[in-house]
């Protein structure tokens, strides 16, 4: 082993570890001229299989300056997208094998006959680029139909059958008079609800809004499943207020992002309807329907949700042709977040990112509940719901799990390009899971889970054998959220103590934090309909509410130290400390205790702390957590 200073490798792409699929660039590596190399080459590794590429290493004659120094070049050109491991093979001066790999210890250049590290490069699709505004922001989900009523909007359309309710009353969680659990409780939040509350979001530094669908779906308030893509919800406005809506977002330096579910409809799309009923019917392949009538359904469980058939022309074009709905919709958004995107197919993915593209530039946002492919980012989308950053935050906190949370962070770093990385969102709950304060409080939580969230995951006490078969009891499961839902006072500010340490971390971790409405005022619940009840504007926690300025106004003003992927963790236990160029973050998980300080950070200015940590000048005393700029 040499010093590992001597040896350099270096690569003349735009970052050290990216490259463009199928262009070409160069690799290099300085040693010693003491160090007697013959038969240098480079080899990659695809995903761990055989060498894909092995190249010879040429001397650079024109690095004749560097007297104590040979620079030896490759030209290199990758043809698959993904994560290739590479390292350097030579003979030495005894005709031994020898291997330039990484240290162990240090992550730097070692000559190594035995295991040791390869460097990583991602290869990516070329070109990825997206729009800035997606990057080093904040992100706000609202739940349209829960968020806010406009005063100036108009009154409910009265549409028949729909269950009408007045602001702020629990959502119904039973069954309806047919024993069926239904989506049927309008509160009518609206476009002109979020018009009126911009100023609100411009206090919390906001600068996408990411709003659920308000396309037309006749008895689903959430709207996941559409009776008409192509027709705004009359509950929720007309295409003149999503165009002013968007006009005076943009005017403010706020973008729209609009979700879409595209996967399924509703059984009372009048397209569907027709498909069902007449085995002629042009809208036939558009769905899996057979000779018997029956058809397939989303997650085999909800019959009112028609899947589609991807491979079907006709429904290709509805949704990404010249006059789809991704057409009329993206002149009055900024982006597009698409639901259950897994189930979506690629080049279905990819049709919707090109049109959405075609004449301004848009994020495109994939539902995503694991790691995506890396092929399909910067061509089939941009970014994704970023879930496995949500478990391993709550792995740490919650359960010490430390080295889960390492594994998490990293896993995502070293498998998405650094565009991807930084668009994705970063959420502590979402409409989808239990609310960040509930799941803080520990309150009638099960303990164990693969996802922190999922307490209604088997075995759960709501698992029963019946004739041999597992059901589980949907009825008492609801009924014992209901019972849980409030927090006591004491339940309540230990939850919102803890919440403030995940904020940090979340507001600082690459990507960009997404805040669930209503989260930064107090609102708590479990699963849906529990985690979905109206903003409670007449029942603010100002105090959680400043916490989220603040850190609004640390991540708007520390933007550029927090744009981009670079991260270095220095330590994670029931610490957490990591650095994000020049600014360090520190959380601690437990007890009050004594952090030493890296050297470089010791003369730092504190920007964020909360009030149970101080600062000397080597180190922190205290608890939760604290942000510093160097």
Known sequence: MINNKEIRVSTNTKRVNEAEVGTEFKLSVTIPKDIQVTQLKVLFNMEGENPSVVKEMVLDQSNNRQINYNKYTAKVTLDRIGNYYYYFSFKDGYGNNQAIKLSRENNKPIITMGEAPYWRILVIQKDFKVPDFAKGTIYYQIFIDRFNHGSNGKENQGIKGRNYR???????????????????????????????????????????????????????????????????????????????????ANAMGIHIVLDMALNHCSDDNPIFKEAISNPNSPYRDWFYIDNNGNYRYWYGEFV???VFNQASQGYRDYVYGENGVIAKFAPFVDGFRLDVAEELWPDVLEGIRNRANENKAHVIIAEYW????????????????????????????MDGEYHYFAQQINDLLEN?????????????????????????????????LDRRWDIDKYPS???????GLIQFFTDQFRQDEFIFDRLTPKEYRRAKKLLEILLVIDYTLPGNPCILYGTDVGLHGYKDPFNRKCFPWDRIDKDLLH?????????????????????????????????????????????????????????????????????????????TAMILRR
């Not at 990411?210 to 959430?222: A, C, G, K, M, V």
């Not at 980012?377 to 478990?391: A, H």
């Not at 998405?416 to 520990?442: F, K, Q, W």
Request: net charge positive; proline share 4%; with cysteine.
């Open 370 to 397: 694991n790691r995506a492919q890396t092929s399909y980012l910067g061509k089939c989308f941009d970014g994704t719901t970023n879930y496995l950053y949500t478990n391993a935050m709550y792995k740490w906190l």
């Open 416 to 448: 998405y390009p650094h565009e991807a990385v930084c668009t994705m969102i970063n959420s502590l709950d979402t409409h989808d899971i239990v609310r960040a304060l509930t799941i803080i409080s520990g309150k009638w939580m099960r303990h164990g």
């Open 461 to 467: 006490p709501w698992h029963k054998i019946v004739n």
């Open 547 to 623: 916490v989220h300025k603040r850190l609004g106004a640390m991540r708007r003003h520390n933007r550029k130290s927090l744009m981009d992927a670079n991260y270095k963790l220095i330590r994670c236990d029931d610490v957490l400390c990591y650095e994000r160029n020049n600014l360090l973050v520190v959380a601690n998980r437990y007890k009050p205790q004594e952090i030493n300080i890296p050297k470089e950070f010791q003369c730092s200015e504190i920007i964020y702390a909360t009030n149970k940590m101080q600062k000397s000048t080597t180190r922190i005393l205290g608890e």
């Open 304 to 306: 009112d949700m028609p």
């Open 166 to 248: 007045k602001w702020g009353e629990f959502p119904n969680f039973k069954r309806n008079e047919k024993g069926k659990f239904h989506n049927n409780d309008f509160f009518c939040g609206n476009l002109k609800g979020i018009e009126e509350k911009l100023p609100y979001f411009k206090s919390l530094s906001v600068g996408v809004l990411y709003i659920s669908p308000i396309n037309f779906s006749l008895y689903r308030y959430d709207r996941y499943a559409a009776t008409n893509h192509l027709m705004i919800d009359p509950d929720v406005g007309t295409f003149e207020d999503l165009a002013r809506l968007h006009r005076k």
